[in-house]
């Protein structure tokens, strides 16, 4: 059975917030018990105030694009959900890389042990030149990729497939708890020769790990300091 990844990108209708308290307490519960969807596994990450339009960010792997669908479907009508709208949706699927011999712990699928403090995923796709080169070429492109990540242990990636399955080639994403090493490793991984087949890796959403109690509660739906503390629901089996 194959593994798919979705990164699933939501945004707040801002009239939500001027509801009565009690209305969005209760809203904010439905939602956030929506979340633990049976035989997927969970991630939450905050985007409030760090991309226009875009609030929570759910990281998510299942057995089935059904089974993504039918998570989401669950979510989007439960409570608060009913006034969130979906603003980007990444789809990808997990398989073994033709350019590397033995996956090391930097290349892993980013829901296995604790989860570090910062998320950042983005579409990416290469050029027709990229793929029309030689096997030859296209793996020496990656050795001097993978050898400049290396210097950066302290980021981890993960690298899903989206052909024939949403508009990018790939879905990648990257965790970490220090993001000026990650800012470093991309800086240098423009000056790589990989970077001449790049057409595209934007929009970039950098989220901050949180449970969804903690996300729901910063966006209002409880009083300060009265969090709806629900814990998160990510966790792995």
């Known amino acids: 059975m194959s593994d798919y990844v979705q990164a699933l990108a939501l945004g707040l209708d801002p009239a939500w917030r001027h509801l009565p308290a009690e209305r969005r307490s209760s809203t904010a519960a439905s939602f956030g018990a929506a979340m633990d969807a049976g035989g997927i596994v969970t991630e939450t ?9 875009i609030d929570v960010l759910v990281w998510r792997l299942g057995p089935s694009v059904e089974a993504l ?25 997990i398989r073994e890389s033709q350019y590397v011999a033995k996956a090391t712990s930097q290349e892993q699928s980013l829901f296995r042990g604790e989860r570090s403090r910062y998320l950042v995923v983005y579409p990416f796709t290469k050029s027709t030149d990229w793929y029309l080169s030689s ?6 492109s990656m050795n001097e990729h993978m050898r400049v990540g290396h210097g950066y242990p302290q980021v981890r990636q993960l690298l899903a497939y989206s052909f024939g399955l ?19 490793l991309v800086r240098d991984l423009r000056g790589t ?45």
């Open 193 to 237: 020769d990989g970077r001449r087949s790049t057409v595209r890796d934007t929009p970039l959403l950098l989220g901050i790990h949180r449970p969804i109690g903690e996300i729901l509660s910063m966006l209002g739906a409880a009083e300060a300091g009265d969090p709806i503390g629900a814990p998160n629901v990510g966790a792995v089996a």
């Open 166 to 184: 949403d508009d990018q080639d790939f879905l990648v994403a990257y965790e970490t708890d220090d993001l000026a090493a990650f800012s470093g």
């Open 45 to 53: 990450y905050s985007l409030i105030g760090l991309k226009p339009g």
């Open 135 to 140: 096997r030859e070429v296209r793996q020496g």
């Open 69 to 93: 669908e039918e998570a989401a479907a669950r979510l989007l009508r439960s409570g608060v959900g009913a006034s969130m709208t979906v603003r980007q949706s990444f789809l990808g699927l």
